[in-house]
């Protein structure tokens, strides 16, 4: 059975580095840095720069998960906005 872990090297503060994170991880940070138009080395740079603890892998998580979380937020209170109804008196 393959590993839903996927381990890549990339750049991080201008050294190589490897990351491990699953598959959806991957994705998820390809989806933001294509949004940013910035490369995945620096995104990663990015939330490494500003990751108050903890080891790289987990922060990557962490940023993927609360960029989605957000996402879903703002969405969510258009969906369960009242619709607008029609005035019976013609106004």
């Known amino acids: ?20 994170l699953e598959a959806a991880f991957w994705n998820g940070m390809k989806e933001i840095s294509g949004l940013r138009n910035m490369t995945l080395s620096e995104l990663v ?18 940023f993927v998960l609360d960029h989605f979380k957000n996402r879903a937020t703002a969405i969510q209170p258009q969906q369960n906005a009242p619709a607008l109804q029609p005035s019976l008196d013609g106004a």
Request: no cysteine; glycine share 6%.
């Open 1 to 20: 059975m393959k590993s839903p872990v996927v381990k890549r090297s990339i750049v991080v503060a201008g050294h190589k580095t490897s990351v491990s």
């Open 45 to 62: 740079d990015e939330i490494d720069r500003n990751r108050p603890h903890g080891n790289l892998s987990s922060a990557i998580r962490l």
